[in-house]
Nanobody, 124 residues
């Protein structure tokens, strides 16, 4: 069973940047659609970005469009989330997720595998 592990979170000032990584093990994610979600304290988990199995098709939540970029390196079995121009409202635990189907989706229920999350804190 595929396992996902996020890394790269941390503390950054507003306007700064971070790059999150999601490394897969015990299986390949080459044909999986992959997504990033986040959950802030007291809020529900929300969609951030997703990429198809090939990485050609990507889409984003309106709140991060133009600032975040999802990418994947299937040779390394890894997915990335480059986050630029960070804002305090981006503060959350960020999770990566994978689904058997290679079609990306915004719906968390459609994902089969989840990582444990990595904390991102943006100060004002």
């Amino acid at each position: 069973q595929v396992q996902l592990a996020e890394s790269g979170g941390g503390f950054v000032q507003a306007g700064g940047a971070l790059r999150l990584s999601c490394a897969a093990s015990k299986g390949t994610i080459n044909s999986y659609a992959m997504g990033w979600f986040r959950q802030a304290p007291g809020k529900e988990r929300e969609f951030v970005a997703a990429a198809s199995g090939s990485g050609i098709t990507t889409f984003y939540a309106d709140s991060v469009k133009g600032r975040f970029t999802i990418s994947r390196d299937n040779a390394r079995n890894t997915v990335y989330l480059q986050m630029n121009s960070l804002k305090p409202e981006d503060t959350a635990v960020y999770y990566c997720a994978g689904r058997y189907n290679n079609i990306a989706t915004k719906e968390a229920l459609n994902y089969n595998y989840w990582g444990q999350g990595t904390q991102v804190t943006v100060s004002s």
